[in-house]
């Protein structure tokens, strides 16, 4: 079992810049594609970007050049730095971890509005 505490959303105006953490439970944190998804009510669950073990990474098109998502694998912490927020950033946002499964931490809110 892999237990994900994420931190960081909050309230944030349109330009403003946010940075959410994810701390994983599990030691095998390093050898894990990590990732951050978001979600809106009435809406899917959609990728914001995701992180190899090996550092490899991609990213929703709709957040490129503006995020960008990195691991501490010494804090097994996986981070996620929002620049030039938009209100339609505005979501749940969930770390995400595969291993042979997924597993997903409780979700932090980010909303972006004047």
């Known amino acids: 079992q892999v237990q994900l505490v994420e931190s960081g959303g909050g309230l944030v105006q349109p330009g403003g810049s946010l940075r959410l953490s994810c701390a994983a439970s599990?030691?095998?944190?390093?050898?894990?594609?990590m990732g951050w998804y978001r979600q809106v009510p009435g809406k899917e669950r959609e990728l914001v970007a995701r992180?190899?073990?090996?550092?490899?990474?991609i990213y929703a098109d709709s957040v490129t050049g503006r995020f960008t998502i990195s691991r501490d694998n010494a804090k097994n912490t996986v981070y996620l730095q929002m620049n030039s927020l938009k209100p339609e950033d505005t979501a749940v946002y969930y770390c995400?971890?595969?291993?042979?499964?997924?597993?997903w931490g409780q979700g932090t809110q980010v909303t972006v509005s004047s």
């Open positions: 992180i190899t073990s090996g550092g490899r990474t």
């Open positions: 995400n971890s595969y291993y042979g499964r997924d597993f």
């Open positions: 599990r030691s095998i944190f390093s050898l894990s594609i």
